[in-house]
């Protein structure tokens, strides 16, 4: 067990729809990683947070949008949804953000299967 | 811009017998190097990492892996596989506070 949570685990909905994903991070880490991994893309990283602020972005669609919140923990929200969106989206979470040093330690993931 | 390549979408090797899983990575400038270890339905779990120093890093359930500045690698090696050593293998290259890389992965089978 990582210490990362995301909740929910699975999530099926409709194309056009609308869905927020949350993530809280280890006790004490103040950084949080997005990445989305599907079988013809691989892992991508998407946003990463450090104590609520947009730290770096990645291949992230203005479809997509992430925060994070005062205690730390961050949603991910995903609008307009297609069926290309049909993914495993990860959340990861480090010590700090100010260097690249710290590895990062992965949530379970919640699989998302829009039809 | 910095890149991370895994040459090897899987790779075969019976137990016992030592692995390589190789990566090759591409930075202007120092890089953070890691391997992570993928199970099926499962997050990634962080196995070892080169910040600087000696280039033979020792991580997680005997996996090392060897830094060469010069061939720009960063191979994952172990001296006998387990069959429970099966599993998705990333390397990742970060420099400095830039956004990190992921390569697209290695799928490593440890044949009973």
């Known amino acids: 067990d990582s210490g990362v949570t995301q909740t929910p685990k699975h999530l099926i909905t409709a194309t056009g729809q609308r869905v927020t994903l949350r993530c809280s991070p280890r006790?004490?880490?103040?950084?949080v990683y997005w990445y989305q991994q599907s079988l013809d893309q691989g892992l991508q990283f998407l946003i990463q947070y450090y104590n609520g602020e947009e730290r770096a972005k990645g291949n992230i669609l203005e479809r997509f949008s992430a925060q994070q919140f005062p205690d730390l923990h961050s949603e991910l929200n995903l609008s307009s949804l297609e069926l290309g969106d049909s993914a495993l989206y990860f959340c990861?979470?480090?010590?700090?953000?100010?260097?690249?040093?710290?590895?990062?330690?992965f949530g379970p993931g919640t699989r998302l299967t829009v039809t | 811009a910095q890149s991370v390549a895994q040459p090897e979408d899987q790779v075969n090797v019976a137990e016992g017998n030592p692995l390589t899983v190789k990566c090759t990575y591409s930075v202007s400038g120092n890089p953070y190097l890691f391997w992570y270890v993928q199970y099926p339905n499962r997050g990634l779990q962080f196995l070892l990492k080169?910040?600087?120093?000696?280039?033979l890093v020792k991580g997680s359930y005997g996996f090392e892996a060897e830094f060469n500045k010069s061939q720009t690698s960063f191979h994952l090696k172990k001296p006998s596989a387990l069959v429970s050593d099966s599993a998705l293998y990333f390397c990742a290259v970060r420099e400095g506070s830039d956004k990190i890389i992921f390569g697209k992965g290695t799928r490593l089978h440890i044949l009973p």
């Open positions: 080169y910040i600087t120093g000696d280039n």
């Open positions: 006790s004490g880490d103040l950084s």
């Open positions: 990861a979470s480090s010590v700090v953000g100010t260097t690249g040093a710290h590895e990062q330690y």
